[in-house]
């Protein structure tokens, strides 16, 4: 009866139980192709087996292996073909995931990071132990560092052209530098170096003689025994355009929005943007293209008057200290009933938007834009690129339209503060370029005077060796409404060889896009076709010979050596693997935890309880019938 009862109140019981933690040890293998390109795929698979096989290191640890190119993943099968490498990403990635544990990290790379941080000064809590692959030798070299030229030029003019050449080694040499186009020597220099003279930077300016886009190759001229010549060339490209874009930026008041619309707008060389106070202004309205009207007042009344006659593009920016009765009473194609009150509006992105392309950049993350509360009226046409989200909630409200009418085009966002998204997508991408894009795409097809296009390809002139080569298209049917069903494919040629691929493309984001790999370096020309349509577009990439994996003489061992001491571990080569051994399997910091953990256990999960249970009762009722009690 005791147990029964005790079944229907259900005690538990608690255990403690001991179980082992041994430490973990991280194999963090270097996967880019700087490794193939020393030679030393053989030796660090190789390595890499006999530590993650020996007996002795299993017995003592936890084995987890990684591979790293420009991101730290789970060891699925060695390529050595990535393209960027980031130690630092790699590094930080490992202890964070075994920020609880005793984990020393096994780093088998060249020591060559071409991306992120600088790893050397890295704070890890965890000891580090590299294994140094590829050669340690200095060699004599000379290399092309950096170039740096405008990606735009107009007709006529001349553009500058800066070139950072470095030298490795003691010894006095001469080299000849050259900038040549479709085989021809536009620009040629001697250069020397020496034991005091590492560097040397040349600058130069060439002229832009025709429109398009111009492919230029930088070259040095070999020097005695040098070793690796891969960084002897580097290429560049330079668009030529004959007319720029002027954009005008009026407003009723002073505000950040203003330099950061005008910064984004001139981070293209094609466009200029001027900023006016709306009284100060004294310009004719037609030596612009585009007009953007901010925080619009009665005083904007003869400026309005001039646009709408002329019929100028123009972006219209609202915010607090909008007039809305005079802005409803000019008939331009929209309304606001605003009320006495602000409110915040965030953004969400509308992925159905069609009128132009326009990636999702994180708007739906940025912060909201400050405005008069009310409700928004268009008697025309209109497509959202943007909706308001007010505190969290997602509305069918346009945040950012766009009124896409033959007669005029313009643009209407609902909200100041602007700036806030260019500065939280600088801390998002750590970069001014998407936001800058964004903001040149809407002006671009704003200030565009042309027939709009039905398929738009977006690829870039100039790709490096063994990257891949992604291009979108954008494609609108007869009534310029996005087309999700049509089927587009590229056409490859390579001019040399006369190659010729083709490729589909996939619908992904309200865009089609390609991705094409391992395209042997050259010049290609490209044809996108839209299927079943008389509908293509044509154009030329270049992939160079630059091969950032390539451009390294040698392992780092002085980086290594630091992070390696700064984290408390050690320094070997490729041919110290029992040393390793030896000092991971003697160092008594590596220890196997026990760690207690109570456990908790309900009687009424013991099965053997309501085994006994149901053997007393069996028992009795033999007993009960027995005497006749039953």
Excluded: C
Excluded at 84 to 106: G, Y
Excluded at 151 to 179: A, D
Excluded at 470 to 484: C, E, G, H, Q, R
Excluded at 496 to 518: C, D, G, H, M, R
């Amino acid at each position: 009866m005791f147990l029964l009862l005790s079944l229907f109140i259900n005690p538990s019981i608690e255990n403690e139980v001991y179980q082992n933690e041994k430490p973990v040890l991280s194999i963090v293998t270097d996967n880019s192709s700087s490794i193939a390109f020393f030679d030393e795929t053989k030796n660090i698979l190789a390595f890499q087996e006999n530590i993650s096989d020996n007996s002795v290191i299993k017995d003592k640890f936890d084995i987890q292996k990684f591979q790293f190119g420009k991101t730290l993943q789970l060891q699925d099968s060695l390529t050595f073909s990535e393209n960027e490498t980031n130690i630092f990403e790699a590094i930080s990635a490992t202890n964070k995931l075994n920020s609880s544990k005793i984990a020393p990290v096994v780093l088998l790379t060249d020591g060559n990071q071409n991306i992120g941080l600088d790893y050397e000064f890295l704070n890890s809590k965890q000891p580090i132990y590299p294994i140094v692959f590829g050669d340690t030798t200095t060699y004599a070299d000379i290399k092309i560092s950096q170039i740096n030229a405008n990606k735009y030029s107009f007709l006529g003019n001349q553009f500058p052209v800066e070139v950072l050449l470095n030298y490795e080694g003691n010894e006095n040499v001469t080299s000849v530098f050259t900038i040549s186009s479709k085989g021809k020597t536009i620009f040629s220099k001697n250069v020397s170096f020496s034991a005091q003279k590492k560097s040397e930077t040349i600058s130069t300016n060439i002229e832009s003689t025709a429109k398009g886009i111009h492919f230029y190759n930088t070259s040095l001229r070999i020097i005695n025994n040098e070793k690796n010549t891969k960084n002897n060339t580097k290429d560049f490209t330079v668009e030529v355009i004959d007319e720029q874009t002027n954009v005008l930026i009026v407003s009723s008041v002073l505000h950040p929005d203003l330099g950061v619309l005008k910064k984004a707008i001139e981070s293209n060389k094609q466009r200029k943007a001027t900023i006016s106070l709306v009284t100060d202004f004294k310009n004719q309205i037609n030596d612009f293209q585009l007009i953007i009207l901010y925080q619009v007042t009665n005083a904007f009344k003869n400026i309005l008057t001039e646009i709408t006659a002329e019929k100028i593009p123009y972006l219209f920016i609202s915010g607090v200290n909008t007039d809305w009765n005079f802005v409803n009473a000019q008939q331009l194609g929209f309304q606001k009933k605003a009320i006495n009150q602000t409110e915040n509006y965030g953004a969400t992105f509308n992925t159905s938007f069609a009128t132009l392309l326009q990636e999702n950049i994180g708007f739906d993350d940025f912060p909201p834009l400050k405005d008069r509360f009310g409700e928004v009226y268009f008697n025309k046409e209109y497509q959202t690129l943007l909706f308001q989200n007010i505190n969290g909630i997602q509305t069918k409200v346009p945040l950012l339209a766009i009124v896409d009418n033959e007669s005029h085009k313009f643009a209407t966002l609902f909200g100041e503060g602007i700036w806030k998204w260019r500065a939280a997508s600088f801390l998002n991408n750590n970069s001014f370029e998407e936001f800058d894009a964004f903001v040149g795409n809407l002006v671009s097809f704003l200030a565009s005077n042309k027939k709009r296009n039905r398929l738009e390809v977006n690829a870039e002139s100039l790709y490096t060796a063994n990257s891949t080569i992604n291009i979108s298209a954008f494609y609108l049917d007869k009534t310029y409404k996005f087309d999700p069903r049509a089927s587009l494919e590229i056409t490859i040629t390579n001019e040399t060889t006369k190659i010729v691929s083709k490729f589909p493309f996939s619908l992904l984001n309200n865009a089609y896009q390609v991705a094409i790999e391992n395209l042997a370096s050259g010049v290609y020309n490209y044809t996108v076709t839209v299927l079943g349509h008389n509908l293509s577009k044509s154009g030329q990439f270049v992939i160079s010979d630059y091969n950032i994996e390539e451009q390294f003489t040698r392992a780092n061992l002085e980086k290594l050596e630091k992070i390696a001491t700064n984290s408390g571990g050690k320094v070997y080569y490729k041919n110290q693997f029992d040393d390793l051994l030896q000092d991971l399997s003697k160092n008594e910091s590596f220890y196997t935890i026990q760690k207690a953990s109570i456990k908790e256990q309900e009687i009424i999960d013991w099965k053997w309880v309501l085994f006994v249970i149901i053997g007393f009762l069996t028992l009795e009722w033999f007993i009960r019938k027995y005497i006749g009690k039953i």
